[in-house]
């Protein structure tokens, strides 16, 4: 979808390094989220944001931070990646909040060695 | 503990046949659940939804059941297409999960046979 983009799309890094995925939308939507997909867990909620500085965790927030310092910016930091933060990472945008759907990006996949 | 369950990873079904796809929730404060579909590579796309207050949401061949005292859904595709090979996702909102966010299942991927 044209209005959301997430940068960059493959990234391999090394254990401990700090990481920074970014999500971007032209929608000038209120609502950003930041989901994990793994293999036998689906899509958990890493943070979400409802609103330009505000914040709050999601199921596994634990070695993630965010932050939103403009309507069309989101970005998850991963202080210091470890292997078990391999994954596909997926930026969702939603105009109303829950009930009226997601548009999710096309995912970034992180691979950490 | 998994609020939104598809207990089923897999399912296999021939061209022309209907496929569903089965979802079960144990948080009784959802009151809004969609389905979700997401091709290989690519992000995952709004398929259908319902709310609480209805038991039935058509939108052409896709129909979503909601069954709240089972507290069960389930999607049906009919007729089921090759291009309807995914993973399929159901979600659900309401309750004191984390705000205004979306509570996703495993996902069931199907494969549709021609």
């Known amino acids: 979808d044209a209005g959301i983009t997430q940068s960059p799309r493959h990234k391999v890094t090394e254990t401990g390094t700090p990481v920074t995925l970014r999500c971007h939308q032209t929608?000038?939507?209120?609502?950003m989220y930041w989901y994990r997909q793994d293999p036998g867990h689906g899509l958990r909620l890493i943070h979400y944001?409802?609103?330009?500085?505000?914040?709050d965790k999601g199921e596994v927030s634990d070695g993630y931070s965010v932050s939103r310092s403009k309507t069309e910016d989101f970005l998850l930091t991963l202080e210091s990646a470890t292997s078990s933060q391999t994954s596909v990472y997926f930026c969702?945008?939603?105009?109303?909040?829950?009930?009226?759907?997601?548009?999710f990006g096309s995912g970034t996949r992180l691979t950490v060695v | 503990d998994q609020q939104v369950k598809q207990n089923s990873p897999s399912l296999s079904v021939q061209e022309g046949r209907i496929s569903i796809l089965n979802c079960d929730y144990t948080?009784?404060?959802?009151?809004?659940f969609l389905w979700y579909k997401k091709y290989p590579a690519e992000g995952p796309t709004f398929l259908i939804s319902?709310?609480?207050?209805?038991d039935k949401n058509e939108d052409g061949r896709f129909t979503v059941f909601l069954n709240k005292s089972a507290k069960h859904l389930s999607l049906h595709i009919v007729p089921s297409q090759p291009g309807d090979s995914a993973v399929y996702f159901c979600?659900?909102?309401?309750?004191?999960?984390?705000?205004?966010?979306?509570?996703f299942g495993k996902g069931t991927t199907l494969s549709v046979s021609s």
């Open positions: 969702a945008i939603s105009e109303r909040g829950r009930s009226y759907g997601y548009t």
């Open positions: 319902i709310s609480s207050i209805k």
């Open positions: 944001s409802y609103g330009v500085k505000d914040t």
């Open positions: 979600a659900a909102s309401g309750g004191n999960q984390a705000g205004t966010a979306l509570i």
């Open positions: 948080n009784s404060m959802f009151d809004y």
């Open positions: 929608e000038n939507h209120r609502y």
